[in-house]
């Protein structure tokens, strides 16, 4: 991270880097942040670290100091409750928290505010070559169970941004959390190609929409989730429609309707899909606007930098990008297949996805596959947003049931009807037999959707 900050400061070191609630910092002022910070680090004999803060200026300069001096850091989310703290600290093994919030009581570790570090500096002037091998630890969200910690290496991570183009000028919305993978690549995105990065203190909808005016924001990376609530926002703001650049979507099937109503919204605008991971890294973009990804991408051989194939209907990565292991496990084979957990099936020159492999439905024998289900009730007119699942059944096992959030007013009976005509052609195993309109809806994330007032990005 730190080459990223040192690229742009070495020839602009005034270019802004990020825009934040406390403030703006340019490429130049966080090279030296995190100059400082990595002596700090190696003053202390600091080896491994948490970080907690939802100062995003500063996450950056830790984070490049960690990677200046080998130490493996690892970002938590920035209001986790301070149980969840302890549970994380003693699970991962951390001993150093690295933190500017003074309500995390006591737990088992070390709390270091910032300027500690800061003041805790070694005098032999600094670190020379980068270390050969310097860590990093992401966590996943802990969806299906604990989250775990996936171990990458700097160098894996910024080995495609040298043929980047220079990105001065655009300015990009962070709509992810820090802690998440999606939001770590996005920071090595806006930093690797000099471009700036806007930070809000609250990454919702709602929440961003006069960070996006106020800052001429004109380039933004979000879930297709974050998309929809962010699109029903703009139908309820007076102000004329910002001008995009750039649209990319990640972290979920993006439907073929979210990408005709973005294309609508914003016709000038470059809409990407990219399919990514935290154990196996971005398998790269697709900028065609249609659904899933093109079936070539099956064919590319098995030299390039990202590779893909199908293995029972599952589709598996092998990238130069990929971790290196789980944490407390041995590293994986460099060069070895990832299983995604993403079913797909190829249908004519795409590569269609059919949900996560965990969310299969078995309905009497038959595989029922919740995604395209939740595609279709999607398109009825009333629903803001559905969620399909399996309940379970004395006689076949399970049926498909559906949730739905209703889009503003409307009659529960008729809502019901329409979703069932929707799916009634159907193979008979997929259409739900339970429909039921609901106030909100809890995410794959742990997030909870209540209309257009849900929170998705933090």
């Not at 995410?443 to 933090?458: M, N, S, V, Y």
Request: charged share 25%; proline share 7%.
């Amino acid at each position: 991270m730190i080459e990223l900050l040192r690229r742009v400061a070495t020839s602009d070191a005034d270019r802004l880097a990020v825009v934040a609630a406390d403030g703006e910092w340019s490429y130049g002022q966080l090279a030296d942040e995190a100059d400082l910070l990595a002596a700090g680090l190696r003053g202390a004999g600091i080896e491994r670290l948490a970080i907690v803060s939802n100062d995003v200026p500063l996450i950056v300069a830790l984070l490049a100091a960690s990677s200046l001096v080998g130490a493996e850091a690892c970002v938590y989310a920035p209001d986790i409750a301070p149980e969840e703290l302890a549970r994380q600290a003693a699970a991962f093994d951390h001993k150093v928290i690295v933190t500017d919030r003074d309500d995390l009581g006591e737990p088992p570790s070390d709390l270091v505010p910032p300027a500690r570090l800061r003041a805790d500096r070694a005098e032999d002037g600094g670190p020379g070559e980068l270390p050969a091998r310097r860590p990093l630890l992401v966590l996943t969200t802990g969806t299906t169970g604990k989250p775990r910690g996936v171990r990458h290496d700097w160098s894996r991570q910024l080995s495609r941004t040298g043929a980047a183009r220079d990105g001065a000028g655009q300015r990009w919305l962070l709509a992810y959390g820090p802690q998440q993978f999606a939001g770590l690549q996005v920071l090595i995105h806006v930093l690797g190609t000099g471009a700036t990065l806007v930070s809000p203190p609250v990454r919702r909808p709602q929440a961003v929409m006069d960070w996006i005016h106020r800052e001429c924001v004109d380039h933004i990376s979000a879930t297709p989730t974050f998309w929809r609530f962010l699109l029903a926002e703009l139908r309820a703001d007076t102000r004329p429609v910002p001008v995009l650049r750039q649209i990319t979507l990640g972290g979920e099937a993006a439907p073929a309707s979210l990408l005709d109503e973005l294309t609508a919204t914003f016709p000038d605008a470059r809409i990407s899909h990219i399919y990514a991971g935290s154990e196996f890294g971005s398998t790269g973009s697709v900028s065609d606007r249609r659904d899933g990804l093109p079936a070539s991408l099956l064919e590319r051989g098995e030299d390039g930098e990202v590779d893909l194939r199908i293995v029972d209907g599952e589709l598996w990565v092998r990238s130069t990008a990929a971790m290196l292991g789980y944490y407390g496990e041995d590293d994986r084979p460099e060069a070895d297949w990832w299983p995604t957990g993403d079913l797909v099936e190829v249908v004519g020159d795409r590569i269609e996805f059919q949900g996560r492999k965990s969310d299969v439905i078995n309905v009497g024998g038959v595989k029922v596959h919740p995604l395209p289900v939740e595609e279709r009730v999607a398109t009825v007119a009333g629903v803001f947003a559905a969620r399909v699942y399996g309940r379970p059944n004395a006689l076949v096992g399970a049926v498909v049931a559906v949730d739905v959030v209703p889009d503003g007013e409307v009659d529960e009976q008729d809502l019901k009807a329409a979703v069932r005509a929707a799916c009634a052609d159907l193979p008979r195993p997929w259409q739900p037999k339970s429909v039921r309109v609901v106030e909100e809806l809890a995410t794959k994330q742990g997030k909870t959707l209540r209309g257009i007032e849900a929170a998705t990005g933090d």
